[in-house]
C-alpha cells in the first residue's frame, strides 16, 4: 500500500548547520635578522727572498797566481774585468 495519493509531501526545515570552510591565503611577514660581521685583520709571515750581492774587484799578482799564463793572455788581448775607470783610479 502506498499513501502517495492520500498523503502530500510535507518539508521540514532543521536548525541550520554551519560548516566553516578554511581558506588560507598568504600574508608575507618580514622578520629581520642582525648580522654583525666582524672583520678581523691578522699578520701571517710570508717569505720574501731578497738577494743582495756585493761586488768586489781583486787584481791577481802573476807571483801569486796558478794560471799566469792565462794572466798575461788577458792583459796582452787588451780584455781585463777590472773597468777602465778602476784601473785609472788604480794608477
Same mark, same amino acid.
Given at each position: @500500500?502506498? =499513501? #502517495? /495519493?492520500?498523503? /502530500?509531501?510535507?518539508?521540514?526545515?532543521?536548525? /541550520?548547520?554551519?560548516?566553516? !570552510?578554511?581558506?588560507?591565503? &598568504? %600574508?608575507?611577514?618580514?622578520?629581520?635578522? %642582525?648580522?654583525?660581521?666582524?672583520?678581523?685583520?691578522? =699578520?701571517? &709571515? =710570508?717569505?720574501?727572498?731578497? $738577494?743582495?750581492? =756585493?761586488? %768586489?774587484?781583486?787584481?791577481?799578482?802573476? #807571483?801569486?797566481? !796558478? !794560471?799566469? !799564463? *792565462?794572466? %798575461? *793572455? *788577458?792583459? *796582452?788581448?787588451?780584455?781585463? $774585468?777590472?773597468?777602465?775607470?778602476?784601473?785609472?783610479? @788604480?794608477?
Amino acid at each position: @500500500m502506498s =499513501c #502517495q /495519493p492520500f498523503c /502530500p509531501t510535507v518539508r521540514v526545515y532543521d536548525p /541550520p548547520v554551519t560548516v566553516v !570552510n578554511d581558506v588560507f591565503h &598568504p %600574508q608575507i611577514v618580514e622578520v629581520v635578522h %642582525q648580522i654583525n660581521v666582524v672583520n678581523r685583520h691578522h =699578520c701571517v &709571515p =710570508c717569505e720574501k727572498h731578497l $738577494y743582495q750581492y =756585493c761586488y %768586489q774587484d781583486e787584481v791577481a799578482s802573476e #807571483q801569486n797566481s !796558478n !794560471n799566469s !799564463n *792565462r794572466s %798575461q *793572455r *788577458r792583459h *796582452r788581448s787588451g780584455k781585463s $774585468y777590472i773597468s777602465k775607470s778602476k784601473k785609472k783610479k @788604480m794608477k
